[in-house]
T-cell receptor, first 116, second 111 residues
């Protein structure tokens, strides 16, 4: 079974630009979550999508947005990039959400975004 | 809200044991454990659910004290491959895959 794929793997942008990152979950998985990982803040939750609906959103500004398509693939967009947005962006694939967070999640390799 | 992990870092010799703790100030419904090696994605190790159910790696053991809102990961007879950063992720009520991750514990196993 193929794992979670994320594209692109590396990205360099300048302040003020926007960026779109893509995540393809494991076949059959319909839930995708996004996390931002930085050395200072660790792994921080961005969004959770299931059946094309955003179910949860983390404490990030409105510049961060996302969506999920009918084939469960997900994209996240960051507009008006800031230096502090430099991070590893990880998506995690999982079956349908279970009460209490009882599903294991499988992470993709991440997209390393550098903002200059 | 972010769970606190301890210790922050630990160095072991091969064959030694280690315990990593995860403590939350909020009621927990589940605790997930992941290991991340440098430059790689976090890898799932184990889930502990409220009520006692566990799912995960056969060679990993962990505990979940619901009343104290704490979990511990036990690494026995450590191998070089155990090196990495360990994260606990805490789940909450409702049907959601959202996790709040802990501060991380860096584990280095030396020959």
């Amino acid at each position: 079974k193929a794992g979670v794929t994320q594209t692109p793997r590396y990205l360099i942008k300048t302040r003020g630009q926007q960026v779109t990152l893509s995540c393809s979950p494991i076949s059959g998985h319909r839930s995708v979550s996004w996390y931002q990982q930085t050395p200072g803040q660790g792994l921080q939750f961005l969004f959770e999508y299931f059946s094309e609906t955003q179910r949860n959103k983390g404490n990030f500004p409105g510049r961060f947005s996302g969506r999920q398509f009918s084939n469960s693939r997900s994209e996240m967009n960051v507009s008006t990039l800031e230096l502090g947005d430099s991070a590893l962006y990880l998506c995690a694939s999982s079956p349908s959400p279970l009460a209490g967070g009882g599903n294991e999640q499988f992470f993709g390799p991440g997209t390393r975004l550098t903002v200059l | 809200q972010q769970p606190v992990q301890s210790p922050q870092a630990v160095i072991l010799r091969e064959g030694e044991d280690a315990v990593i703790n995860c403590s939350s100030s909020k009621a927990l419904y589940s605790v997930h454990w992941y290991r991340q090696k440098h430059g790689e994605a976090p890898v799932f190790l184990m889930i502990l659910l409220k009520g006692g159910e566990q799912k995960g790696h056969e060679k990993i053991s962990a505990s979940f004290n619901e009343k104290k809102q704490q979990s511990s990961l036990y690494l026995t007879a450590s191998q070089l491959s155990y090196s990495g950063t360990y994260f606990c992720g805490t789940g909450f009520g409702g049907a959601t895959n959202k996790l709040i991750f802990g501060t991380g514990t860096l584990l280095a196993v030396q020959p």
